[in-house]
């Protein structure tokens, strides 16, 4: 098992951080969990040139984490939804600084041709290049539910189109969606793996401020996981995938001040050190 820390350590010689920025992208639509913050990191300014929100990341990181290399990380909202010459404009603006190694572009399956694709492939010759592809999950039912409006073909088309210009493609997916089984969770793992994607972020069903999902939290028609039940899904969701997939996330939360449910959650450290703690004793006993 590969995690994204350390695949870049081992790239580029240290640790490399990520600077998440909002580029005033907005979605095509908006899915049950989200919230009007568009998944915006919480030290982000919204305000904010993308230039600005990048120079102060840089400089509070080097400050606080003596960083030396970082990623452009275009993470709230869409972020091919734009027309190409002014996605152009936005990813070179961030390219500017010259600690940037990479560019990582959070987005939709259904929101990219090949123009925008071969505009991203531009990079890969002095960056690193991903894109991030929020699938939640591979069964159809379930997208309807959380009102993705996009499919699971939706996706596996975006994945073939990514492919021809030889961008590396991250798949986000969430555990615990309404309905979902764990056989369900271990399909989408199963099948990512079958269509070889190269990175993998998995993130916790959890309730926002402003979200339909709120709505239905306090009406109780939704059920949310308990920690122990998150950790066995995320362990058993790792053990189905294939080793050459980069994991990325192990969980997510939203900002604190947005955050309903579950409160656990609050702890993302403490669960991703008990996640790898199961990994640990299980490759222990393996051997």
């Known amino acids: ?123 890969r010759d002095r960056y690193e290049v991903w894109i991030e592809y929020g699938l939640q999950s591979i069964h159809d039912k379930t997208l309807k539910l959380i009102n993705r409006g996009h499919t699971f073909t939706d996706f596996v088309n975006a994945l073939k189109l990514t492919r021809e210009f030889g961008i590396p493609v991250s798949a986000h997916v969430i555990l615990g969606l309404p309905g979902e089984t764990k056989e369900d969770m271990m399909a989408t793992a199963k099948k990512l793996s079958e269509l070889k994607v190269e990175g993998i972020k998995i993130h916790l069903l959890h309730v926002l401020k402003g979200s339909t999902l709120e709505k239905l939290y306090a009406e109780g028609k939704i059920k949310l996981l308990e920690e122990d039940e998150y950790v066995g899904l995320a362990c058993a969701f790792l053990k189905n995938l294939s080793p050459d997939i980069i994991v990325q996330r192990l969980t997510g939360q939203g900002s604190k001040a947005d955050h309903i449910a579950p409160l656990w959650a609050l702890d993302k450290v403490g669960t991703i050190n008990k996640i790898m703690a199961v990994i640990a004793s299980e490759a222990k006993q393996s051997h």
């Open 1 to 123: 098992m590969l995690f994204y820390n350390d695949y870049l350590r081992e790239k580029y010689g240290c640790k490399v951080y990520r600077v998440a920025i909002d580029a005033g992208f907005t979605c095509p639509g908006r899915c049950i969990y989200c919230n009007s913050n568009g998944s915006r990191g919480p030290y982000i300014n919204k305000e904010d040139s993308v230039e600005k929100q990048i120079r102060t990341r840089i400089e509070y990181l080097k400050a606080a984490k003596g960083a030396k290399k970082f990623i452009a990380y275009f993470q709230a909202f869409t972020n091919t939804n734009a027309p190409s010459e002014r996605l152009k404009e936005i990813y070179d603006n961030a390219l500017l600084f010259k600690d940037i190694v990479g560019i990582s572009i959070g987005t939709r399956p259904d929101t990219v041709d090949r123009e925008k694709l071969k505009l991203i492939a531009s990079y």
